[in-house]
């Protein structure tokens, strides 16, 4: 089976790879970590790159809430509830998240036998328009800790449409 000279074969090869290994790893910490840059000092290993545009540009403010608001598409706002209607419901009935009819001018957390997370209360009192507006551009921003799982409605457009098919919903 094996003999002696087989088996110091096989040890000799194992610890000459290991040699190899080890010398590659040596000749690589001495190219990668010059002398004075060891591993417990601190140093910072990067360039930065400095760029000097000019003053930044302003942002463009678009139109106003109440012209926002008075442009709203209910019938648009329908379409865009789509996006809502995998949590929430507008018959009464609760799903996921809390039924939306009347939600408009309602209380923030008062649909009854609902478990909220307790933060919305803490961003807002009533479900203004304007409270609307800002929840549905970002659920987390508005009232950090929600469970509200939803990312948010960048389009104002959006967002007035949604707020103005909701006020037709049951108050």
């Given at each position: ?56 540009p ?28 995998a949590?929430?419901?507008?018959d009464?009935?609760?799903?996921t998240g ?9 209380a923030?957390g ?29 659920p ?9 799982g ?9 967002r ?12």
């Amino acid at each position: 089976m094996f003999d002696t000279m087989t088996f110091t074969k096989i040890v000799g090869g194992v610890c000459g790879a290991l040699l190899i290994y080890l010398m590659g790893k040596w000749a690589a910490e001495v190219l990668y970590h010059p002398a004075g840059h060891g591993h417990g000092e601190e140093h910072a290993a990067g360039f930065a790159i400095l760029v000097d545009d000019g003053p930044a540009p302003e942002a463009e403010e678009g139109p106003d809430f109440a012209t926002l608001m008075a442009a709203a598409d209910a019938g648009k706002g329908e379409k865009v509830w789509g996006k809502c209607r995998a949590c929430h419901k507008l018959d009464g009935t609760d799903g996921t998240g809390p039924h939306l009819d009347g939600v408009v001018e309602r209380a923030v957390g008062s649909v009854a036998g609902f478990g909220y997370s307790g933060k919305l209360s803490e961003a807002a009192d009533v479900w203004t328009p304007e409270n609307l507006f800002a929840f549905l551009e970002n659920p987390k921003g508005f009232a950090p800790g929600t469970t509200m799982g939803f990312a948010g409605l960048k389009k104002a457009e959006d967002r007035v449409n949604l707020i103005a098919y909701l006020q037709t919903t049951g108050n």
